[in-house]
Every structure is written in structure tokens, then in C-alpha cells.
């Protein structure tokens, strides 16, 4: 599937979670993810991958930045992927003490 089409189709879904979600059409830096999203109260950062794309060392480096201060980050080939991002981040959020 293109990135245009898999970008819209993770837009649609975390939409319909009622999650917010920001397409990052214009970046000022290299290197940034094409969608900043807010689930479970928790910053995530989705860069979509279509067929053929390849991830850049500064897009690794970016992510690596925001795993360390404890946010999420992800590379999303499918719509799959968003889903057990999703996942993660609730289990992590049940495990916190409240």
C-alpha cells in the first residue's frame, strides 16, 4: 500500500478512538514523523512506512529521542502495527500505579 494511503487510513482509525492526531504535512527538521498522535494521555509519534519506503538514520535517531523520555515511537507499515501501539500503550498505562 502507498504511505499517502496508509497515512489516511491510520488518520481515520485513531479519529474514529476519538485520539487526536496531527498530520505533519510541513516540518521544519529533517527527520520528523508524519504523525503525532495523543493515546491514553501518552505522546506517540507514527511514521508511516509504504511499500518501498526506507527508514533514515535521522528518523531512527528521532524516535530513539522520544522512547528515551519515555513517549512512543513507532515505524507503521500497516494499520496493524498502530494497533499494537495502541495496545502497548494501555498495558503500560494499567501498570502504573495510580
Keep these: 500500500m502507498k504511505g499517502s494511503k496508509l497515512q489516511k487510513l491510520i488518520m481515520d482509525y485513531l ?3 476519538k485520539y487526536p492526531v ?3 504535512v510541513i516540518a521544519s527538521r529533517n527527520g ?3 504523525l503525532v498522535a495523543c493515546i491514553e494521555g501518552h505522546f506517540c509519534l507514527i511514521e508511516v ?3 518501498g519506503d526506507t527508514v533514515k538514520k535521522l528518523q531512527e535517531i528521532k524516535q530513539a529521542k522520544v522512547k528515551d ?3 512512543y515511537a513507532i515505524f ?3 494499520l ?3 494497533r499494537q501501539l495502541i495496545t ?3 498495558t503500560s498505562t494499567q501498570s502504573l500505579p495510580a
Design 22 to 24: 496531527i498530520n505533519v
Design 76 to 78: 507503521a507499515y500497516s
Design 88 to 90: 502497548q500503550v494501555k
Design 69 to 71: 523520555a519515555k513517549g
Design 49 to 51: 512506512k509504504g511499500a
Design 80 to 82: 496493524d502495527d498502530v
Design 15 to 17: 479519529t474514529a478512538l
Design 32 to 34: 520528523e514523523s508524519d
